[in-house]
Each structure stands twice: as C-alpha cells, then as structure tokens.
C-alpha cells in the first residue's frame, strides 16, 4: 500500500525567500504524484503533479516539484514566497486511491 | 461555470440527529469522493464511487452512508452512529484512474453539539 510523509507540519518563511516542502512517499510500483493547496476553510486546489516524463514538473502559482525515485521524494519549491502563498499544502500519491499526507501550514513573514 | 458545489458550508445538529451533506458536480466526471479532514490528519477517504450505483467503503466508513443515483450527485449522511462527526467534509470528483487529479468542492463544516 502507498503512503505519504510530509515532513514539517509548519514552515515559515519571509517573503522573497526560498519555499521548501518536503514529501516523501512509500510505493511499491511506479506512483503518480500530486501537490494541493488549500486556503484556509476552503476546498483544495491542484498545484501540479507527475505521472510519467520530465521529473521535474512546474505548477501554478510558480511552484515546481522534482520526482526523485533513488530518494522517493517529490518535494515542493518556489523561487521567491509571496505572502498570498500562505496557506496549508499536501502532497499526495495514487495507485488505485489516492492517499494525503498531513499537510504542511506554509507561513510567510513579511 | 464548471465544478463541484457543497452545501451548506456551515451545519450545525444535535447530537443523535442524522444529517445529509449534499455534493453536485457538473464537470461530467464519473468517480466522486467524500474525505473527512481534521486538523493535522489530512484527508481520509470516508466512501467513493466511480459509477452510478455502485460505491466503495474507504478507510473511515463507519456512521456513514452515501448514494449515487444520479451522476451528478454523490450526497452523504452521517448518522448517529459516528462517535465523532464534527469535522470538515470534502467531497471530490474526478476522471477515476490513478493518473487523474481530482476535483474538490468548497467543503462543508459540521459542528455536532
């Protein structure tokens, strides 16, 4: 069965600075991967995935994840954070369902 | 205007009353979803279906009920039976398959009392 571990439950950066979300996953078969975002008391939105090709994938918003097999990761990053970046993020992997990791509550400090 | 509508956003009940959250999709997809989110748990799949008339149990389905009767509609109950209902609920939608993003409606916040 697949799983997903994200690591940080809280991130804070100030604005400008690099946005580092880390999630690693457990799958015994090629996964397909996924970013969300949700903004407080709202549905969640996909910023990007990876299914097959290029491993680094770029999203909305600025954001871009790479797929790394060797370290199963498939971490979030963006160049610079903007405040309207705030908000909680989860990574997810599907192979027949899709399962969430916790999430992660990206603050940005002005 | 494509996508999925929950409501209401905010449900409050008695405790030992059954409530039903309703979910529309208008985006023609056939597999529909419903999670349960609590602070720092993330999602976990209460039922889903990925055809008219038929669905599955996910990780969390006891106290729960769904239908789909139509394929626009996957409405949820949750009935007296869940020890612990008060929750942020979040229906889904999607192609089905597990290359395919899903779609996630605005929520519904139940407060049981």
């Known amino acids: 069965a697949q799983s997903v571990t994200q690591l940080g439950s809280h991130v804070s950066v100030s604005e400008g600075a690099l946005v580092l979300l880390r999630c690693n996953y457990s799958?015994?078969?090629?996964?397909?991967l996924f970013w969300y975002v949700q903004y407080p008391n709202q549905g969640l939105q996909l910023l990007l995935k990876y299914t097959t090709g290029a491993t680094l994938v770029k999203g909305i918003n600025g954001f871009e994840a790479e797929f790394k097999k060797s370290e199963t990761s498939f971490h979030l990053t963006k160049p610079s954070a903007h405040m309207s970046d705030a908000a909680e993020y989860f990574c997810a992997v599907s192979i027949g369902d899709m399962r969430f990791g916790a999430g992660t509550r990206l603050t940005v400090k002005p | 205007d494509g996508g999925i509508t929950q409501s209401p956003k905010y449900l409050f009940r008695k405790e030992g009353q059954n409530v039903t959250l309703s979910c529309e999709q208008n985006?023609?997809?056939?597999?529909m979803y419903w999670y349960r989110q609590d602070p720092g748990q993330g999602l976990r799949l209460i039922y889903y279906s990925q055809i008219v008339n038929d669905f599955q149990k996910g990780d969390i389905a006891e106290g729960y009920s769904v239908s789909r009767e139509k394929k626009e509609s996957f409405p949820l109950t949750v009935t007296s039976a869940q020890k612990n209902p008060t929750a942020f609920y979040l229906c889904?939608?999607?192609?089905?398959?597990?290359?395919?993003?899903?779609?996630f409606g605005p929520g519904t916040r139940l407060t049981v009392t």
């Open positions: 889904a939608s999607g192609p089905g398959g597990s290359s395919y993003e899903q779609y």
């Open positions: 985006l023609n997809h056939d597999a």
């Open positions: 799958s015994s078969v090629p996964p397909y």
